[in-house]
């Protein structure tokens, strides 16, 4: 192996040559997967670069329920006996994926140096690659779960309640905090699930403990929403990881602004111009206009407004005076103007069963940029 090639872990395994088994041990690493033996004077060697692996499955047979196929261009390969097979199938997978993702991105493999350092008391020795994995791994279904961006990682997550206002109940799930979010899955899948950005966060406090709500926190919003978890474990551990990453996004927040008002700033002037000249343009065009036009006298009861509301001179067509297609879309924005009053609306509404019907049963063209924005994953 080259100086460079990083051991990830390593497996004690049998490998079938032919109909007999050796056992030995198969060791990953970031870019080939490896197995050696030596029993009785005969050695097994097998190298496999992780690019050339076409295809990765766990098979159960009747004599070996744990066995791992692992499918190149010109061979296959079987290993079983394994003492953990879901935990190494997953570190081959992942591997495969990453080598994959390497290939098509020209792109090396980068240690995260922000993970923090294992404890010098603790019990099981995992290696930093491992762990670096493992992270990465959580991140990526962590994600993948809320459609977040791909920069962004998880730090952690704890089971919690939230009350749910919509059907007036505490929901069992997980929290999730991250750089730059905080979300919400229930165990049961599609009851409800929460993408609050921090950027949208104004408070996060402690309320006061109860028998019916145990260590309860409280997080509002921009746009007047409170959500409030309950059944946490660490609540003074996550109201202060909470409060760190707030800071880090008022920061950001902060400098982004001095940035872009360095530039417009600049442009102030300009801008007030053409201002001036856009709200000085319609009285010319008026009063040219109106030159061969008749004049109203405010006195005239002839005037319009002076016998009847505009509102009855132009009535608003109810949706059965529209045609089929007008009123369809019609009782859509209703359907999601409902919706919206119950569940909340934004970036941090609650996303249950009902808002994937609606999406289903689809969009009403006038609300097809903000539901866009909203369930794409744009945050």
Same mark, same amino acid.
């Given at each position: 192996m080259p100086e460079e090639e990083k051991l990830v872990n390593y497996y004690s395994c049998s490998y079938w040559k032919g109909k007999v088994p050796r056992q030995g041990w198969v060791y990953l690493s970031i870019n080939h997967l490896c197995f050696y033996s030596f029993l009785m004077g005969r050695e097994a060697k097998l190298v496999i670069r992780w690019v050339d692996i076409t295809q990765l499955e766990k098979n159960a047979t009747l004599l070996f329920p744990d066995m791992i196929k692992v499918s190149t261009r010109s061979s296959e390969h079987f290993f079983s006996v394994f003492l953990n097979i879901s935990e190494t199938f997953k570190l081959m997978e992942q591997l495969a994926n990453i080598a994959m993702r390497q290939l098509l991105d020209n792109e090396g493999f980068e240690q995260d140096r922000s993970l923090p350092k294992l404890k010098k008391k603790s019990p099981k020795k995992v290696s930093a690659l491992k762990r670096d994995l493992d992270a990465r791994a959580k991140s990526e279904r962590y994600r993948a779960l809320f459609r977040l961006p791909k920069d962004e990682k998880l730090d952690g997550h704890t089971d919690c309640t939230l009350w749910t206002p919509f059907n007036k109940m505490h929901i069992l799930g997980q929290m999730f905090v991250s750089t730059n979010y #905080?979300?919400? !899955? =229930?165990?049961?899948? $599609?009851?409800?699930?929460?993408?609050?950005?921090?950027?949208? %966060?104004? #408070? %996060?406090?402690?309320?006061? @403990?109860?028998? +019916?709500?145990?260590?309860?926190?409280?997080? =509002?919003?921009?746009?007047?929403?409170?959500?409030?978890?309950?059944?946490?474990?660490?609540?003074?551990?996550? +109201?202060? *990881?909470?409060?760190?990453?707030?800071?880090?996004?008022? /920061?950001?927040?902060?400098?982004?602004? $001095?940035?872009? &008002?360095?530039?417009?700033? /600049?442009?102030?002037? +300009?801008? !007030?111009? =053409?201002? @001036?000249?856009? =709200?000085? /343009?319609?009285?010319?065009?008026?009063?040219?206009? /109106?030159? &061969?036009?008749?004049?109203?006298?405010?006195?005239? $009861? &002839?005037?319009? !407004?002076? !016998?009847?509301?505009?509102?009855?001179?132009?009535? *608003?067509?109810?949706?059965?005076?529209?045609?089929?297609?007008l009123a369809k879309e019609f009782l859509k924005e209703q359907a999601w103007k409902i919706h919206f009053a119950e569940y909340g609306q934004g970036v941090c509404m609650y996303r249950t069963e009902k808002t994937r019907d609606l999406v289903l049963k689809g969009i009403p063209e006038s609300m097809r940029g903000e539901l866009w924005l909203l369930f794409s994953g744009r945050y």
């Open positions: #905080i979300c919400f !899955t =229930s165990k049961e899948e $599609n009851l409800c699930s929460l993408i609050i950005p921090l950027r949208e %966060v104004t #408070i %996060v406090e402690k309320a006061d @403990s109860s028998s +019916v709500l145990p260590s309860p926190l409280s997080i =509002s919003t921009k746009n007047r929403m409170t959500f409030l978890f309950a059944n946490l474990k660490d609540r003074d551990f996550l +109201v202060q *990881r909470i409060s760190d990453f707030l800071q880090q996004t008022t /920061s950001k927040i902060y400098l982004e602004k $001095n940035i872009s &008002g360095s530039y417009i700033n /600049s442009d102030d002037e +300009v801008f !007030t111009r =053409s201002s @001036s000249l856009i =709200s000085a /343009s319609p009285h010319k065009s008026l009063s040219s206009e /109106s030159e &061969g036009e008749r004049q109203f006298n405010l006195n005239d $009861n &002839g005037i319009p !407004t002076a !016998t009847q509301a505009l509102m009855t001179m132009y009535r *608003r067509r109810s949706p059965e005076e529209f045609n089929p297609k």
